[in-house]
């Protein structure tokens, strides 16, 4: 298994700010990923961290409004640009180790609240 | 492309009775399928997950789920609800064969334990 350490744990912000959140992994992880998890509704799946290189963007999410690092194989960041109440919601970071584990593991969220 | 139903947004059960979650899947290769719980203000935690070997997956607490390709289903069961398990649960699927490794969620079902 995989421990995710992520920060802050939560934040209340004022709008037409930036936050950045940091994703931390106890080993060296393939695959690194952010969600969003909207209050009450599912997990929605932001993009994928590459390392080295741009992240690859889900329809509906795009590079200037959430911009993410990926600098090494255990550390991301994901920045939420320009915020609006909408964007309230808890940010997941999930990790997945290839060939090796056949799941992926997933921090414990950082809770946004815009004001 | 990949897609998961929760047949089920709410489902509510008497302590000590059965629990029966919904799960309908559609993907167009070989999936990987999954199931997550989030207690409140919890992160996600893998009770257990189906890569293609036995179709009846034991999972942590009790948990068990059966996959059936012919009815593209992988329900959640429990025979003896506790009251520990009261929570949100998850259904995800993931194509591995393709390499993304990206996960789907479902929309979830909000498990009530009634004493």
């Known amino acids: 298994s995989a421990v995710i350490s992520q920060k802050p744990s939560r934040d209340i912000c004022q709008r037409g700010t930036s936050l950045t959140i940091q994703c931390q992994v106890d080993?060296?992880?393939?695959?690194m990923f952010w969600y969003r998890q909207q209050p009450g509704q599912s997990l929605t799946l932001i993009a994928t961290?590459?390392?080295?290189?741009?992240?690859?963007?889900e329809s509906g999410f795009v590079i200037d409004k959430f911009p993410i690092s990926r600098p090494n194989l255990t550390f991301s960041t994901l920045t939420v640009s320009n915020m609006s109440p909408e964007d309230s919601s808890i940010y997941l970071c999930s990790a997945w180790r290839q060939g090796g584990a056949t799941e992926a593991f997933f921090g414990q969220g950082t809770r946004l609240t815009v004001v | 492309a990949q897609s998961v139903t929760q047949l089920d947004s709410h489902v509510s059960v008497s302590e000590g009775t059965p629990v029966l979650l919904r799960c309908n899947y559609s993907s167009s290769y070989s999936p990987s399928l999954f199931w997550y719980v989030q207690h409140p203000n919890k992160g996600l935690q893998l009770l257990l997950k189906y890569t293609s070997a036995a179709t009846l997956v034991k999972g942590i607490n009790g948990f068990e789920a059966e996959f059936k390709k012919s009815e593209t289903s992988f329900h959640l069961t429990k025979p003896s609800a506790h009251m520990s398990d009261a929570a949100e649960y998850f259904c995800v699927v993931s194509d591995q064969l393709s390499g993304t490794y990206k996960y789907i969620f479902g929309t979830g079902t909000r498990l009530k334990v009634l004493a």
């Open positions: 961290a590459n390392q080295g290189s741009e992240a690859t963007y």
């Open positions: 080993s060296q992880v393939t695959m």
